[in-house]
């Protein structure tokens, strides 16, 4: 799945990239030439809403979404990967929540039919990003449930913030 990766970080990446300079254009036609583009701020936000939605996926894949895990550490492996995966399948349950209820509102916006203010663009197919991340994110938590299955882990969260801070500041030259 190392093209689904990298699919994810480009699109995070162009998207934080449009954004940036869709704004800097603005700001410098409103402050310089005194005009502006009517859908720059409907267009950032739709860039900003492709971004956070293939985000969340990044973010489990990664391990950098908050996590309260100072007691799980102190668990043994077998307790600690019980835990992770009960973790696991209640995130599962919680996307398959909102999986179904924003794509039921996608649907409903579909129905409707009502485009966007300032560009002819109907919202259901910008919308459309809710449901799509959600399912990559899905994908994750099931990657991750395989994992901790399969023994290759027995943990929900990759990252180990402590531990990299102390690293950090191990490596920070002397005064």
């Known amino acids: ?20 300079a869709l704004t800097f ?6 402050y ?7 859908w720059a701020l409907e ?10 939605f293939v985000g969340i996926s990044y973010g489990v894949r990664v391990g950098s979404h908050i996590g309260v895990d100072a007691l799980v550490k102190m668990l043994g492996p077998q307790p600690r990967r019980a ?22 509102y996608v649907l409903k916006m579909r129905e409707v039919g009502i485009e966007f203010e300032d560009m002819p663009i109907q919202r259901w197919q910008v919308l459309a990003v809710m449901p799509l991340g959600y399912v990559l994110t899905g994908w994750r938590f099931l990657q991750i449930f395989s994992g901790l299955l399969s023994g290759k ?3 929900l969260h990759l990252a180990d913030e402590a531990a990299e801070a102390m690293k950090l500041k191990s490596e920070e030259a002397p005064l």
């Open 32 to 38: 310089v030439f005194n005009s502006g583009l009517s």
């Open 83 to 104: 835990v992770s995966i009960l973790a696991v399948l209640l995130s599962l349950l919680y996307i398959a929540l909102v999986l179904a209820g924003a794509s039921t």
């Open 43 to 52: 267009l950032t936000t739709v860039f900003f809403a492709v971004m956070i």
């Open 25 to 30: 254009t603005q700001v410098v036609m409103r």
């Open 1 to 20: 799945m190392k093209i689904l990766d990298r699919l994810e970080e480009w699109i995070i990446s162009l998207m934080l990239l449009a954004m940036t």
């Open 153 to 155: 882990t027995d943990s």
